[in-house]
């Protein structure tokens, strides 16, 4: 269990939230953003040999020699799987922007010998001059910014998208399940930091339930956009 310090009675609560054998449903998702005239992907999913990501693109009708910029929310195993394919950028024309913090953190030698995703979707953007280290707060285009969301990881970040007159939030690992919406304390062993998560997690989704803001969630299932509403005294996620 991902998560302790849970009940199943608790996840029981959320319809479709465990598998047949009582297992966590976890979707991996990415997102593909236009923006100020480019294709911005957010997050590249699980390895190569386990997800789906260029089909989906496919699928959808996105060309990965399109994208241009690829923002990494964290440096997690599920979120930089596609960065390269067989040793070369998987989108050719993108710069990758990573968070600084993240790439100091994740390339201490002591970390990354427990990381390989690190020596083999990280480290090569460097050496292939793609990688550009972004700060907390960094300007992707006029209308994508990224604000820093740690515990999850050091560097995390989320990113507000504002748009003729409106905000969007796609918020990465700041929460891994709709329980969450309710459960906000829930951390799963992912977070590196428990009590930094936890205290990022709440200021961010009070924020989003009170502004109503339109969310794009990774890991939330399919199609992960919504917002936090507030129903029968519960914060819950409400799918759009």
């Known amino acids: 269990m991902p998560f302790p310090d849970t009940t199943i009675e608790q996840w029981r609560e959320f319809p479709g939230a465990l598998s047949d ?8 998702g990415s997102l593909v953003v236009r923006s100020a005239g480019k294709l911005v992907l ?18 959808k009708g996105v060309d990965r020699n399109e994208i241009e910029l ?5 440096i997690h195993p599920d979120h930089v799987g596609w ?5 070369k950028p998987t989108f050719p024309k993108a710069r990758y922007l990573v968070p600084r913090k993240d790439w100091d ?46 515990g999850h990881t050091p560097g995390h970040i989320s990113i507000v998208v504002s748009s003729a007159g409106e905000q969007a939030y796609i918020l ?13 304390d829930w951390c799963p062993i992912f977070d590196s930091d428990a009590d930094l998560a936890r205290a990022t997690r709440h200021a961010v989704l009070d924020k989003l339930e009170s502004e109503g803001t339109l969310v794009s969630a990774g890991h939330f299932p399919d199609p992960g956009f919504g917002r936090f509403v507030r129903l029968a005294g519960r914060r819950q996620w409400q799918e759009i």
């Open 105 to 150: 953190y994740w390339t201490d030698p002591v970390v990354m010998q427990n990381a390989q995703h690190v020596a083999t979707q990280v480290l090569p953007l460097a050496d292939l001059n793609v990688l550009d280290l972004i700060e907390d707060e960094y300007q992707v285009t006029d209308e994508l910014t990224t604000v820093p969301t740690p």
């Open 70 to 74: 690829v923002v990494i929310t964290h």
């Open 172 to 184: 990465g690992d700041v929460a891994h399940h709709i329980a969450q919406a309710h459960y906000t």
């Open 83 to 87: 960065n390269l394919l067989d040793g």
């Open 42 to 59: 957010v997050d590249t999913g699980m390895h190569a040999a386990d997800g789906i990501l260029l089909e989906d693109l496919r699928r």
């Open 21 to 28: 054998n009582d297992e966590i449903n976890f979707r991996f």
